[in-house]
């Protein structure tokens, strides 16, 4: 059995920042790709940002910039740090990760929230 469980969602005023964390823990041989989806109400969820286990990482066109997707292997943890946050950023964001060459796991998500 493999978890995902994300930390560090929350309230934040526009142009503002915040640091999410994603823990992966169980039977956990290798991980490869992790990353971050979002999704916000109304919308469908989007990919945010990718990271190989080598550190190579891939951002939407519409967070280029402003977050920062980065990896603690020994950890089993991603982060997704975030600045310059606008209104359109809010979402749940959902950590994902391909464990053991063959199993994609999500998270159950946390709430971010960019707002006056």
């Known amino acids: 059995q493999v978890q995902l469980v994300e930390s560090g969602g929350g309230l934040v005023q526009p142009g503002g920042s915040l640091r999410l964390s994603c823990t992966a823990s169980?039977?956990?041989?290798?991980?490869?790709?992790m990353g971050w989806d979002r999704q916000a109400p109304g919308k469908q969820r989007e990919l945010v940002a990718t990271i190989t286990s080598g550190g190579r990482a891939d951002y939407a066109d519409s967070v280029k910039g402003r977050f920062t997707i980065s990896r603690d292997n020994a950890k089993n943890t991603v982060y997704l740090q975030m600045n310059s946050l606008k209104p359109e950023d809010t979402a749940v964001y959902y950590c994902n990760g391909r464990v053991n060459l063959w199993y994609d796991y999500w998270g159950q998500g946390t709430q971010v929230t960019v707002s006056s």
């Open positions: 169980g039977n956990i041989f290798s991980i490869d790709d």
